[in-house]
C-alpha cells in the first residue's frame, strides 16, 4: 500500500524554524522524485520545493529561496523540509508528493500525495 506521510508541523512564531518529515511507504522511493507543497486556506496548492530521484537537483518557489531546504534520504525512505526565518505568510498545510518523471512545479504531475501537516505562524 503505497503511503506518504507528513510529520513535524506545528505552531512556531515569526522568525522561528520547523523541520518537516515526509516518510514513505509501499513503493520505491528511490526512483521517483519528491516535492513539497502548501495550501493555506481559501487559495490554491501551491509550490514550494521540489528534489530529484538522488537530491543533486533542487527547486524552490520564489517565496521560500533562502529560507527552506529540501533534502532527502533513500535510505530511510524520507524527504525533509528545513524551514527557516518562517513568517506568517508561510502558514498553510503541508504535502510532500511523489512524481516519477521530475516534472517540478505542476501539481498534476504529482502521482502520490500526503494527508498533509499543518504549520502555522505567529506574528
Known amino acids: 500500500q503505497v503511503q506518504l506521510v507528513e510529520s513535524g508541523g506545528g505552531l512556531v512564531q515569526a522568525g522561528g524554524s520547523l523541520r518537516l518529515s515526509c516518510a514513505a511507504s509501499g513503493w520505491t522511493f528511490s526512483g521517483y522524485a519528491m516535492g513539497w507543497f502548501r495550501q493555506a486556506p481559501g487559495k490554491e496548492r501551491e509550490f514550494v520545493a521540489s528534489?530529484?530521484?538522488?537530491?543533486?537537483?533542487?527547486d524552490y518557489a520564489d517565496s521560500v529561496e533562502g529560507r527552506f531546504t529540501i533534502s532527502r534520504d533513500n535510505a530511510k525512505n524520507t524527504l525533509y523540509l528545513q524551514m527557516n526565518s518562517l513568517k506568517p505568510e508561510d502558514t498553510a498545510v503541508y504535502y510532500c508528493?511523489?512524481?516519477?518523471?521530475?516534472?517540478?512545479?505542476?501539481?498534476?504531475?504529482?502521482?502520490?500525495w500526503g494527508q498533509g501537516t499543518q504549520v502555522t505562524v505567529s506574528s
Open positions: 508528493a511523489a512524481d516519477r518523471w521530475y516534472t517540478g512545479r505542476d501539481t498534476r504531475a504529482y502521482n502520490y
Open positions: 528534489i530529484n530521484w538522488s537530491g543533486g537537483s533542487k
